[in-house]
């Protein structure tokens, strides 16, 4: 009598301005119920769909194969100074800029008070 197996897995990569993209796949195989008996048997189909599972998902997120031994889980650094989801951009100098929302923030609240600039 066979036995469904049904391997899955799926990955997730980290882009620049906190952005990510996936994929994932699953495989449903019927094997036979003697390779459930053997253990050793067994291990190694279970490595083989895992790895053609890898292949595909490696595939459709375009990674080669040294990032996916790397299997880093941080994103990687973006050069780009321009600021994310509203945090200051830093120039070379490590000098911190506010935003735009926090300039007109200040010039309201300079007007609500009456200072002068």
Do not use: W
Not at 42 to 49: G, H
């Amino acid at each position: 009598m066979p036995v469904k197996l049904n391997i899955g897995l799926s990955r997730k990569v980290g882009e620049a301005n906190y952005g990510s993209r996936g994929a994932s796949v699953n495989l449903e195989v019927e094997i036979d119920s003697g390779v459930i008996s053997d253990q050793q048997r067994f291990q190694e189909r279970v490595r083989s769909l895992y790895a053609m599972a890898r292949r595909s998902v490696n595939e459709e997120l375009n990674i080669t194969s040294e990032e996916s031994d790397a299997e880093s889980s941080s994103p990687p650094a973006s050069n780009d100074p321009s600021p994310c989801n509203g945090s200051p951009a830093t120039n070379r100098a490590g000098v911190t800029h506010a935003t735009a929302g926090q300039v007109r923030v200040i010039y309201a609240i300079t007007r609500r008070r009456r200072l002068k600039m």
